[in-house]
């Protein structure tokens, strides 16, 4: 079993719609969680980080942890056509001295116009 | 503006060669990682440094070899015994060295070898 499970997709949504965007986890050690989005032929980039349990918002975006649950989402609202990317969710554990973040295999998002 | 900064974008190579990728870093971060990404699989790690003239392997690091001689630069090298180099390759770095950094990655090189 994978330390982190994300359905690959590809998830379709017509422009608008609230994409809901998911990972889950087996290794309660995870406190860094992060998302990152990657277009095509293109390096990641972060798009958020949230520190243990909680919600955090950065304009249509939001994710959300559950660490009693081992589920991690993002939240996309008013889905646009440039929302178009693979997502890729990450985390890691405070004890890691190494910095290693633990990837899942991404989800590909297509926002049809 | 900082960034990481991968070259060339596009490589190919026949096999048996050895082949480097640059990547350079002007963002100040101490610790600096290769990943190798392909369809299906996610982002697997290949060497990680945290210090000049430090390095570690990590989960895939046969057929690769790295150098960390400046604090800017990182090349991984591709050698011929790696069994399937043709990938989508990654270079990131992150200020800290501890699990709480967040990576800034680069553009990618796409390697191609035939």
């Known amino acids: 079993q994978k330390e982190v499970e994300q359905d690959p997709g590809p998830l379709s949504v017509p422009e608008g719609a609230i994409v809901s965007l998911n990972c889950t986890y087996s290794?309660?050690?995870?406190?860094?969680f992060m998302w990152y989005r990657q277009y095509s032929r293109k390096g990641p980039e972060l798009l958020m980080y949230t520190y243990s349990s909680g919600n955090k918002e950065d304009g249509r975006f939001t994710a959300q942890v559950d660490k009693s649950s081992k589920y991690i989402s993002l939240f996309i609202r008013d889905s646009q056509p440039s929302d178009s990317a693979t997502y890729l969710c990450?985390?890691?554990?405070?004890?890691?001295?190494?910095?290693?973040?633990?990837f899942g295999q991404g989800t590909t998002l297509q926002v049809k116009p | 503006d900082g960034g990481i900064t991968q070259s060339p974008k596009y490589l190919f190579r026949k096999e048996g060669q050895n082949v480097t990728l640059s990547c350079e870093q002007n963002?100040?971060?101490?610790?600096m990682y290769w990943y190798r990404q392909d369809p299906g699989q996610g982002l697997r790690l290949i060497y990680y440094s945290q210090i000049v003239n430090d390095f570690q392997k990590g989960d895939i690091a046969e057929g690769y070899s790295v150098s960390r001689e400046k604090k800017e630069s990182f090349p991984l090298t591709v050698t011929s015994a790696q069994k399937n180099p043709t990938a989508f390759y990654l270079c990131?770095?992150?200020?800290?060295?501890?699990?709480?950094?967040?990576?800034?990655f680069g553009n990618g090189t796409r390697l191609t070898v035939t």
């Open positions: 990131a770095s992150s200020q800290g060295r501890d699990g709480d950094s967040p990576l800034h």
């Open positions: 963002l100040n971060h101490d610790a």
């Open positions: 990450a985390m890691s554990a405070p004890s890691s001295n190494t910095g290693k973040l633990i």
């Open positions: 290794n309660s050690a995870f406190q860094y």
